[in-house]
């Protein structure tokens, strides 16, 4: 009922013009999935916040809130309000300094931790030696052991204590409530056993220590915080390779001198100088020079791309063989690398549905693990008592396996389970060129059962290309002659057909000639004179108007229209010249990436606003056999969504400009090629190479995170479903098995280390 | 069973009843977590 009132009254409030501002805190000290939950209660509860979104990896809070009625300034004194650590962000930094930032600090906290887990270990083994080198029964012994634990606690284990006692006051419950009530009673048995030793011989109990228990779980909790910690850096390696891929200085050329300056001072529309071997300082257009350019960082394309004057380049990328002058078009956090590197923190930190199991899972587990832990207690201290042991005896017994309990169920390996998958798979798709924007787009791509292909520049190159030059019988002119006189009429126009001429001329290396008038003709072609012939370029409606015959040419144009290319007839001087045939070459790799897209058992369609005929030869020479042609751009719509109804699953391939509405309204949009296709909003995922084996990439790598994700929650699960009772004594009255409070805490870190180190198994994984 | 082991059933019962009321009734009189969808 709340909620429902709530949802009107923000449809209420949505249609009066209501401001909403976003913001990214850093969030410090969260160390699992409960704390992740605490942070991001307490600012949903905030007045004025719309959406709140913690995220445990990326160690920050996305918040979407009125700043009518909350400010930052108050967000960060509710997160702070928790117990977590919280600042402001930065004003106007980059993604990439923001991005070395958050290493900085990730690094530092590292070493800390480090630092602590060492002197902890150490502290252990001197716990566990102090007894033999001490006379056995020395009075010194128990002390000491008092001594070295309390200042263990005060300096390597302070933050379980400090977290836990926040969290308590915040009716929850985390890992540290775990491990810090362990301890805690280890610790205050231990001190009673050392101050009062009468007390528990008078009841015929030894007075049993568990100091050293106390040190080694505390040294053992952090070793595997620290393995879990430098595991979680190595997920997210891809992230920061992208960053380090930014040169620190570039070659500004300031009227004939140039000058090296550094990369951050770099405005748009300065001239650039870049010499073979260098990176790329920035985005821009190449003014002068030409030299191959290496991609591969960013789009995974392994060979170098040839550029010359007019070309885009791409900051961060290798510059091979030419020196080059180039204009900076875009930097700072406008650039493709600093783009690409806010899309991935983004999908980073994004959350898999999948993960919602984990959540409530361990939302309610550790007052669950308390209560069974109390239970356990008392379970043992009663059958140890009826079988005949005295009060004693049993309250040790029951006390260590109690212990056990609440060390061995730390939900850490859940929290880990589906993050770090979605991690190491982000990353491992940015370096084949495969940009997933987020946890659900990861997960849904697996699940598409059929793929709809936008047929110019996905399938094919997006741009036509002559490919058939046939002089008519007769005709006073060669194919040479032809091409140029073609080639210098339509150099004045912008129809694509034309450029492709154009282009096929220049490329065989015709001179123009000078044109003494022309005109543009829509819908039919170009007609003109060309130094001394008259000229009409075009489709068959040209030929008529201009009283051409084209018989003798009818049988090849249709031959070739059949299969799929457009036909441009010349007529020199009142007669037919010759046919140019135009289509947009398929790529070189299509074929084989929609074969195995079929052979993987998904549906292939073809979606063109081209004629059937066409569409249907391109269809052909690509092996695809469901073909949908003749659409316009809001008919490729209502085709997804009849695929949809239909029960399928639709991924929907396209370049992310024009195929924006259809995207969207598949359930994975992805956009294929490159760096303009980063900016395309409706797209889930966008493809940096115009390559359609890439989309096989995407597919297999979201099968095999998802599996990596299903196999982290199992074993995670069974690891507590069998670890618990183990440590509460199951297995004791058939096998006289018991789990101590050490090995507990040993087995609780090999848990989250394994799970994280099945995630990292990713970044091998073979996606051909 | 002796009376010993009552009293230590009887606290145990009552430890959990305390646990489970403190993290899962006494939190309700805060505001629900708001669900994201």
New interface residues.
């Given amino acids: 009922m709340d909620a429902h009132d709530g949802h009107e009254a923000r449809e209420a409030s949505a249609q009066a013009p209501v401001r909403r501002e976003s913001i990214r805190i850093p969030v410090t000290g969260m160390t699992c999935a409960a704390c992740q939950a605490r942070v991001q209660s307490a600012l949903a509860r905030q007045p004025g916040v719309d959406d709140a979104s913690v995220n445990l990896m990326m160690e920050n809070a996305a918040i979407t809130f009125d700043p009518a009625l909350t400010s930052p300034e108050q967000l960060v004194s509710a997160v702070r309000a928790t117990g977590y650590g919280a600042e402001l962000p930065a004003p106007e930094r980059s993604p990439l300094a923001e991005q070395e930032a958050l290493d900085r600090s990730q690094r530092d906290e590292l070493r800390a931790m480090t630092q602590r887990a060492v002197v902890s270990v150490v502290a252990g083994a001197v716990a566990m030696l102090l007894p033999m080198i001490l006379p056995m029964q020395s009075r010194l012994l128990p002390p000491a052991l008092l001594a070295l634990s309390a200042a263990i606690i005060l300096f390597a284990g302070r933050h379980f204590y400090v977290h836990a006692w926040q969290a308590l006051r915040h009716h929850s419950a985390d890992m540290d409530t775990l491990i810090a009530a362990g301890t805690g009673a280890a610790f205050i048995y231990s001190l009673m056993a050392t101050f009062a030793p009468g007390f528990f011989l008078a009841h015929g109990v030894a007075p049993n220590l568990y100091y050293e228990a106390v040190i080694v779980i505390i040294a053992l909790v952090l070793t595997g915080n620290v393995f879990e910690a430098r595991a979680k850096r190595s997920t997210s390696s891809a992230l920061r390779a992208l960053v380090e891929l930014q040169p620190a200085t570039a070659r500004v050329v300031r009227g004939d001198a140039v000058t090296e300056v550094p990369v951050t001072s770099v405005v748009a529309g300065d001239v650039l100088l870049v010499r073979p071997g260098e990176r790329i300082p920035v985005d821009g257009e190449v003014i002068s020079g030409s030299s191959a350019v290496d991609e591969s960082m960013l789009t995974g394309e392994s060979l170098p791309v040839e550029k010359s004057t007019g070309a885009r380049v791409i900051g961060a990328t290798v510059n091979r063989t030419g020196a080059f002058h180039y204009r900076a078009t875009t930097v700072g956090a406008d650039s493709t690398l600093a783009r690409i590197v806010r899309l991935m923190r983004d999908a980073q930190s994004s959350r898999a549905p999948v993960q919602a199991l984990a959540d409530r899972v361990s939302s309610i587990f550790v007052p669950v693990v308390i209560s069974l832990s109390i239970a356990t207690f008392a379970i043992w201290f009663v059958a140890l008592h009826a079988s005949g042991a005295i009060p004693g005896t049993a309250t040790v017994r029951a006390f260590a396996a109690a212990v056990a309990v609440l060390i061995i169920a730390c939900p850490c390996a859940m929290g880990l389970a589906v993050p770090t998958a979605v991690m190491v798979a982000t990353g491992r798709g940015a370096e084949s060129g495969i940009l997933i924007k987020g946890g659900e787009a990861l997960q849904r791509i697996g699940d598409v059962t059929t793929v709809v292909l936008d047929k110019t520049g996905t399938i094919t190159e997006g741009a036509p290309a002559v490919t058939d030059v046939i002089v008519a019988p007769g005709a006073e002119h060669d194919a040479n002659t032809l091409l140029a006189l073609a080639a210098s009429l339509e150099s004045q126009s912008a129809h694509p057909l034309a450029d492709a001429i154009v282009r096929y001329a220049d490329g065989r290396g015709l001179a123009r000639q000078s044109i003494q008038s022309n005109e543009y003709i829509v819908g039919r072609g170009a007609t003109g004179v060309v130094g001394e012939v008259a000229l009409a370029i075009g489709n068959a409606a040209l030929m008529s108007d201009w009283a051409v015959s084209t018989a003798a040419l009818d049988d090849r144009a249709r031959a070739l229209a059949g299969d799929g290319k457009t036909i441009v007839f010349v007529a020199a001087n009142g007669a037919l010249a010759g046919l140019l045939a135009v289509a947009d070459p398929i790529r070189a790799t299509s074929r084989a990436a929609i074969d195995r897209l079929e052979a993987m058992g998904l549906a292939v369609v073809m979606l063109t606003g081209d004629d059937e005929r066409t569409a249907s030869a391109i269809a052909r020479a690509a092996g695809i056999e469901r073909v949908v042609a003749g659409v316009l751009p809001d008919g490729k719509v209502a085709e997804i969504a009849r695929l949809q109804r239909g029960g399928a699953v639709v991924a929907m391939v396209g370049d992310g400009v024009n195929d924006a509405p259809a995207l969207a309204q598949a359930d994975i949009g992805i956009a294929m090629g490159g760096g303009a296709a980063i900016a395309a909003e409706a797209a889930d995922v966008v493809l940096m190479r115009s390559d359609l084996g890439t989309v096989v990439q995407a597919i297999l790598l979201s099968r095999r995170t998802m599996r990596t994700m299903r196999q982290n929650l199992f074993w995670a699960f069974i690891y507590n479903v069998i670890g618990i009772p183990v440590a509460a004594g199951a297995l004791y009255p058939a096998f006289g098995l018991l789990l101590s409070p050490v090995l507990a805490s040993a087995a609780m870190a090999f848990s989250s280390v394994s799970v994280v180190t099945n995630s990292l198994r990713l970044r091998r994984a073979s996606l051909s | 069973?002796?009376a010993?082991?009552w009293i230590?059933?009887a606290?145990?019962?009552a430890?959990?009843g305390i646990?489970?009321w403190?993290?899962?009734i006494?939190?309700r009189g805060?505001?629900?977590?708001?669900?994201?969808h």
């Fill in positions: 069973m002796t010993l082991d230590v059933i606290a145990a019962v430890a959990i646990v489970n403190y993290f899962f006494a939190s805060k505001p629900p977590m708001r669900h994201e």
